[in-house]
């Protein structure tokens, strides 16, 4: 099983910010990595899937880099319905598995 | 808008059996791989299973594999969860989700959650 541990456990930051979270990988993934935003009391949203791709209606302030076992979500100016939780999730190997979360605060 | 509804949830024994629904609409749900992961407070999120568009392949969890299908109805746009031998730490909120086209695990579409409590 592929272990994602994401980093760090909690960002606080103010609106206008630029958020940088960091997602990594027990072995290589190649560029499956997707990052979800998660608000209470609502479902995961995909925000980014295969390293980079934005799905459509994903503001592009959302970002996404990697490979391997190292990838990096960028929320370049944080806008205030950005603060929530995000999980990087792998997609490489059959279990796939999410990571323990970034929680984004103000 | 497109839209998954859970439904089936609830309080069930040790050793019990429940079977999630999710209804999808407002996308062509016979095109698209469908799958069920569940969310808890100290495990987080965990992935159970997905199934083809066709519902010819089906993946499931180590942990879950052999107590839990999946299955689906395209005709009826209903996708499932059986659950049997259900155990306490089975206890989440169980969320149905749409794979994004070109292949499994990106999930684009999530449900609301479906609760399932196992408990005596």
């Known amino acids: 099983e592929i272990v994602l541990t994401q980093s760090p456990a909690t960002l606080s930051l103010s609106p206008g910010e630029r958020a940088t979270l960091s997602c990594r990988a027990s072995?290589?993934?190649?560029?499956?990595i997707a990052w979800y935003q998660q608000k209470p009391g609502q479902p995961p949203r995909l925000l980014i899937y295969?390293?980079?791709n934005r799905p459509t209606g994903i503001p592009a302030r959302f970002s996404g880099s990697g490979s391997g076992t190292d990838f990096t979500l960028t929320i370049s100016s944080l806008e205030p319905e950005d603060f929530a939780v995000y999980y990087c999730?792998?997609?490489?190997?059959?279990?796939?598995?999410f990571g323990p979360g970034t929680k984004v605060d103000i | 808008e497109m839209q998954l509804v859970e439904s089936g949830g609830g309080l069930v024994p040790p050793g019990g059996s429940l079977r999630l629904s999710c209804a999808g609409s407002?996308?062509?749900?016979?095109?698209?791989?469908m799958s069920w992961v569940r969310q808890t407070p100290d495990k987080g999120l965990h992935w159970l299973s997905s199934?083809?568009?066709?519902?010819?392949?089906?993946y499931y969890a180590d942990s879950v594999k052999g107590r839990f299908t999946i299955t689906r109805d395209n005709s009826q746009n209903i996708l499932y969860l059986q659950m049997n031998s259900l155990r306490a730490e089975d206890t989440a909120l169980y969320y149905c989700?749409?794979?994004?086209?070109?292949?499994?695990?990106?999930?684009?579409?999530w449900g609301q959650g479906a609760l399932v409590t196992v408990s005596s």
């Open positions: 999730q792998q997609r490489s190997h059959w279990l796939f598995t």
């Open positions: 407002g996308f062509t749900f016979s095109s698209y791989a």
């Open positions: 989700a749409k794979d994004h086209f070109g292949g499994y695990g990106k999930f684009d579409l």
């Open positions: 199934i083809s568009d066709s519902a010819t392949t089906t």
């Open positions: 295969d390293g980079s």
């Open positions: 072995q290589s993934v190649n560029t499956y």
